[in-house]
């Protein structure tokens, strides 16, 4: 009984853990992305946009705006 038991308790555990880890390192990224213009540009042109400065800048600001908590 306690064979069943033990791998589908520590499989929703992991599953938990790995959400909020998840979580935690998807606000530093995005946190990061506020602070430095050439990973947030990045990103950008990896989803197939070119943003030029002044986009760069709204977005930044809309950011900074978000709250992140």
Do not use: C, D, H
């Not at 555990?13 to 390192?25: C, M």
């Not at 990224?29 to 760069?56: I, R, S, T």
């Amino acid at each position: 009984m306690w064979s069943y038991i033990i791998p589908i308790i520590t499989l929703i555990a992991g599953l938990v853990g790995g959400f909020f880890i998840g979580v935690y390192y998807l606000k530093r990224q995005m946190e990061a992305m506020q602070n430095n213009p050439e990973m947030l540009q990045k990103m950008a042109k990896q989803m197939g946009y070119n943003m030029n400065k002044q986009q760069l800048n709204k977005v930044q600001n809309m950011m900074k705006n978000q709250k992140w908590k």
